[in-house]
């Protein structure tokens, strides 16, 4: 499974961004979509995670009610709406896969075994 994150960039505290994940070389499976994000000097934390097909999402509490996981269908990007953004949620953020038979997706990291190269949120004061 290849994975390409994109639309990382600065904001402004309060502000806006939608992050999106390609996800190629898994079609006739079902795959785990999951957003990690590591901030400097910490560790890398789970966000959020959705089931494609199927669409069962998972959220970490960090970003529950401000983040959002979508995907349209099966072979598009999935999505990672961040809003009312805050400075602690300066971060690269990656998106890794896993294949699972399960109904749900979980958001620690184990099991995910293909991994994007991250983009990188900034938030400003």
């Known amino acids: 499974v290849r994975l390409v994150e994109s639309g990382g960039g600065s904001v402004q505290a309060g502000g806006s961004l939608r992050l999106s994940c390609a996800a190629s070389?898994?079609?006739?499976?079902?795959?785990?979509i999951g957003w990690f994000r590591q901030a400097p000097g910490k560790e890398r934390e789970g966000v959020a995670a959705?089931?494609?097909?199927?669409?069962?999402?998972i959220y970490a509490a960090s970003g529950q009610g401000r983040f959002t996981i979508s995907q349209d269908n099966a072979k598009s990007p999935a999505y990672l709406h961040l809003t009312s953004l805050k400075p602690k949620d300066t971060a690269m953020y990656y998106c890794?896969?896993?294949?699972?038979?399960?109904?749900?997706?979980?958001?620690?990291?184990?099991?995910?075994?293909?991994w994007g190269k991250g983009t990188q949120v900034t938030v400003s004061s």
């Open positions: 890794a896969g896993a294949f699972v038979s399960r109904p749900g997706c979980s958001i620690s990291e184990a099991g995910y075994a293909n």
């Open positions: 070389g898994y079609t006739g499976y079902t795959l785990c």
């Open positions: 959705i089931r494609t097909p199927g669409g069962n999402t």
